[in-house]
């Protein structure tokens, strides 16, 4: 048996998230059932993060144990035939040790979430960045994004469906910068609550708009209260970017 | 009777190009539709330059003749409007000389050809760019490039369906580079001739995986013969940037 490192590259549009419904194609299911025709089994296979639907990512790592003497760079080409067409590719393949795990080892987690800022519809960019048509002031949004670094209780920025155990979460990272009509958002943390990006980041679009104040931002966190919430941003932006391991 | 213009960003996935066709939905078309439903006319557009099946536009422009009082910011809002869903959007809009005409006052063309440079296949860029699996070297890419500037007989790198005079142009910019997998190709002339920049390209990444020297390219330019080209690019990289008027 041996321990297959993956790094994942994914189209979230098509897919109900990353992980297996009862209804509707998940990523998860689509490289299980991939994994499935190459091995001949039903490998199930472990993400550091199960993103939600229409979330892309371009760097997420997973993990299946094998029965199967397969060298990773032909279990990567596989693979990617096999995955054909979906919208889902393998940019990296490795065996690692038999307790590294994909989600119970990661001990840094980064998301990045793209913001158009213009009137005019999207084109080429549509379901893969989020267009804001009001003006955002991004130092503003960057100033507030400060206060939620360190450790909080981020109940106000948590999805009712979350299933962690406590919603105290440290962040690391929350970077907001301007590039054009581009707005880009750099979050980093070792975990994060079920649509805790998203919750920040429709909210430090608030402040942008000059809807709310840095102030009001703070209240919000400090109520901790899925109710403070002003806005959840769409998964559109989304994207899971990098896990970090140790070593 | 006013001359508007318009500046126009599309996806050309879902159309069969720019231009009307019997069979099969355009750009031009979309426009003149919506256009007809604000107006109750059937106004007829012109465009800077008309692209082909799957290429893209950030910045092509448009002018149309409407007699009709209307504001330009309010004819662009309704554009937009009336555009939904297809995915073209008017960026830009206002009033313009009669004698200014999109095609004919045009006096610099830019295109862009975006290649991702990487064995696993695309996901979120899937018929946004061109993948290239072997492995490119930009550098002689670039100096090949420059072997093509200046006044030529480009007839090797010309469409068999090409409806220009003659198939001289000048070439003034063809500059290729790389940051990470990505490789830019930008080119910049008065004109180009129908499949010109792609079949420019295809032969520039020849020359990037080794398979041409950059002899191999400017031997096939002075050859003035179809049958000399050594790859025409797909569509799907290139990006139709701007289009430039005198004043």
Same mark, same amino acid.
């Not at 096999?82 to 990661?106: K, M, N, Q, T």
């Not at 994004?145 to 919603?167: E, I, K, N, V």
């Not at 942008?208 to 959840?232: C, E, F, I, Q, Y």
């Given at each position: 048996?041996?321990?297959?490192?993956?790094?994942?590259?994914?189209?979230?549009?098509?897919?109900?998230?990353?992980?297996?419904?009862? $209804?509707? #194609?998940?990523?998860?299911? @689509?490289?299980?059932? #991939?994994?499935?025709? !190459?091995?001949?089994?039903?490998?199930? !296979?472990?993400?550091?993060?199960?993103?939600?639907?229409?979330? +892309?990512?371009?760097?997420?790592?997973?993990?299946?144990?094998?029965?199967?003497?397969?060298?990773?760079?032909?279990?990567?080409?596989?693979?990617?035939? $096999?995955?054909?067409?979906? %919208?889902? #590719? !393998?940019?990296?393949?490795?065996? *690692?040790?038999? =307790?590294? $795990?994909?989600?119970?080892? @990661?001990?840094?987690?980064?998301?990045?979430?793209?913001?158009?800022?213009?009137?005019?519809?999207?084109?080429?960019?549509?379901?893969? *960045?989020?267009?804001?048509?009001?003006?955002?002031?991004?130092? #503003?949004?960057?100033?507030?994004?400060?206060?939620?670094?360190?450790?909080?209780?981020?109940?106000?920025?948590?999805?009712?469906? @979350?299933?962690? =155990?406590?919603?105290?979460?440290?962040?690391?990272?929350?970077?907001?910068?301007?590039?054009?009509?581009? !707005?880009? *958002?750099?979050?980093?943390?070792?975990?994060?609550?079920? $649509?805790? *990006?998203?919750?920040?980041?429709? @909210?430090?679009?608030?402040?942008?708009?000059?809807?709310?104040?840095?102030? =009001?931002?703070?209240?919000?966190? =400090?109520?901790?209260?899925?109710?403070?919430?002003? +806005?959840?941003? %769409? %998964?559109?932006?989304?994207?899971?970017?990098?896990?970090?391991? %140790?070593?």
């Amino acid at each position: 048996m041996s321990r297959f490192a993956f790094t994942v590259e994914f189209d979230g549009r098509p897919y109900m998230g990353w992980q297996r419904q009862a $209804h509707g #194609a998940t990523v998860q299911q @689509c490289i299980e059932e #991939a994994l499935g025709r !190459i091995t001949g089994t039903e490998p199930v !296979i472990h993400c550091a993060g199960r993103t939600d639907a229409g979330v +892309h990512a371009l760097g997420m790592r997973a993990h299946v144990d094998l029965d199967k003497e397969i060298a990773p760079f032909r279990l990567m080409e596989a693979l990617n035939a $096999h995955l054909r067409p979906e %919208p889902i #590719a !393998i940019l990296g393949c490795e065996v *690692v040790p038999e =307790d590294w $795990h994909a989600r119970f080892s @990661c001990i840094a987690r980064a998301y990045e979430y793209r913001i158009r800022n213009r009137r005019a519809p999207l084109t080429v960019e549509a379901g893969l *960045v989020w267009r804001v048509p009001q003006v955002l002031d991004s130092e #503003a949004m960057h100033e507030a994004a400060q206060q939620l670094l360190g450790r909080h209780d981020f109940t106000t920025f948590r999805s009712a469906h @979350c299933q962690a =155990d406590s919603p105290v979460r440290t962040l690391d990272r929350l970077d907001v910068t301007r590039a054009g009509e581009r !707005i880009t *958002v750099q979050a980093q943390a070792r975990s994060f609550l079920h $649509h805790q *990006v998203r919750s920040m980041v429709g @909210c430090l679009a608030l402040v942008g708009m000059g809807t709310w104040s840095v102030a =009001d931002l703070k209240a919000a966190l =400090d109520a901790r209260d899925r109710a403070a919430l002003g +806005h959840n941003a %769409p %998964p559109d932006g989304l994207y899971f970017m990098r896990a970090d391991y %140790p070593g």
